[in-house]
């Protein structure tokens, strides 16, 4: 027997396949970065509780409700390992995602700070911090970063077209992290420390619109207890979720618009 198709059923099959795939639409890629990992611990929360245990936790139920939502998620670690920013950023930028999600949980140094201090900041990223807090926060976070901030080799031209491509990224960073910072508040009822700007490393090479969450005070007694459980977890997965939806939502509205300028059309 020869392995011969019917014409017609190549043809439904033709038609079938963009129904499946969402009336045609693109499947959205999202990197999701928990912070830290192995034996960079991150923060400290209440008895054993690690801020890489919670980012770790919470990176995990967000992807199983992006997956389930149809998006297809990667993770930039999905166990406790040790991993160097650097290789996050290279890791998400051969998956070429639609967005970038790093999952991190605050801290404050004194014992005073610590038992005032809660609540949820999304950052995006900015030259400057928004303020003296959240570059204290960007300083943090950055400690795994090498010490040379240019360690790749960057032609003139290629730092150039590098920076036209993040720059559209950068406004989308803002959208991006605009869609989830409100939801997030509204649904897990924490204190709401606003939409932040600063410096991340880890944010900095990234080449798809890149948000990272500090998703509560780990270093708090109440909101760190609150971290470490499994039902307030699923309530900041599902926040962000959300957000990322209409984030995409958004993005395929603005991009199917017949007024959207045509983009990397320069010719010779
Ligand atoms: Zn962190």
Same mark, same amino acid.
């Given at each position: 027997?020869?392995?011969?198709? $019917?014409?017609?059923?190549?043809?439904?099959?033709?038609?079938?396949?963009?129904?499946?795939?969402?009336?045609? &639409?693109?499947?959205?890629?999202i990197?999701?970065? /928990?912070?830290?990992?192995?034996?960079?611990?991150?923060?400290?929360?209440?008895?054993?509780?690690?801020?890489?245990? *919670?980012?770790?936790?919470?990176?995990?139920?967000?992807?199983?409700?992006?997956?389930?939502?149809? $998006?297809?998620?990667?993770?930039?670690?999905?166990?406790?390992?040790?991993?160097a920013?650097?290789?996050?950023?290279?890791?998400?930028?051969?998956?070429?995602?639609?967005?970038?999600?790093?999952?991190?949980?605050?801290?404050?140094?004194?014992?005073?700070?610590?038992?005032?201090? &809660?609540?949820?900041?999304? =950052? @995006?990223?900015s030259?400057?911090? $928004?303020?003296?807090?959240?570059?204290?926060?960007?300083?943090?976070?950055?400690?795994?970063?090498?010490?040379?901030?240019?360690?790749?080799?960057?032609?003139?031209?290629?730092? !150039?077209?590098?920076d036209?491509?993040?720059?559209?990224?950068?406004?989308?960073?803002?959208?991006?992290? =605009?869609? !989830?910072?409100?939801?997030?508040?509204?649904?897990?009822?924490?204190?709401?420390?606003?939409?932040?700007?600063a /410096? @991340?490393?880890?944010?900095?090479? *990234?080449?798809?619109?890149?948000?990272?969450?500090?998703?509560?005070? !780990?270093?708090?007694?109440?909101?760190?207890?609150?971290?470490?459980?499994?039902? =307030?977890?699923e309530?900041?997965?599902?926040?962000?979720?959300?957000? *990322?939806?209409? @984030?995409?939502?958004?993005?395929?509205?603005?991009?199917? $618009?017949?007024?959207?300028?045509?983009?990397g059309?320069?010719?010779?």
């Open positions: 027997m020869s392995p011969r198709r $019917s014409p017609i059923c190549l043809l439904a099959l033709a038609c079938l396949l963009p129904a499946l795939a969402g009336a045609g &639409e693109r499947v959205a890629r990197v999701i970065d /928990p912070g830290h990992g192995g034996a960079k611990e991150g923060a400290k929360g209440p008895g054993e509780l690690w801020e890489k245990e *919670v980012a770790l936790q919470i990176a995990q139920r967000l992807r199983d409700k992006l997956e389930a939502a149809g $998006s297809e998620v990667f993770l930039t670690r999905d166990r406790d390992t040790l991993m920013l650097s290789e996050r950023v290279e890791f998400s930028n051969v998956q070429r995602p639609d967005l970038f999600l790093s999952i991190h949980a605050n801290s404050m140094p004194t014992k005073r700070l610590r038992e005032r201090t &809660e609540g949820i900041e999304t =950052y @995006f990223l030259a400057n911090a $928004s303020g003296e807090a959240a570059r204290a926060v960007a300083d943090r976070e950055n400690a795994e970063a090498p010490t040379a901030r240019s360690a790749r080799g960057h032609s003139t031209l290629a730092f !150039i077209l590098d036209l491509a993040r720059t559209e990224a950068h406004s989308d960073a803002s959208r991006l992290a =605009y869609a !989830i910072h409100p939801r997030l508040v509204s649904k897990s009822g924490a204190a709401d420390r606003g939409v932040q700007q /410096p @991340f490393f880890v944010l900095t090479g *990234v080449e798809a619109p890149a948000v990272l969450i500090e998703v509560g005070f !780990i270093s708090h007694p109440q909101e760190g207890a609150r971290l470490g459980r499994a039902a =307030y977890q309530t900041l997965a599902e926040a962000i979720s959300e957000g *990322v939806q209409a @984030f995409l939502r958004e993005t395929r509205r603005r991009d199917t $618009s017949p007024s959207q300028p045509v983009a059309s320069t010719g010779p």
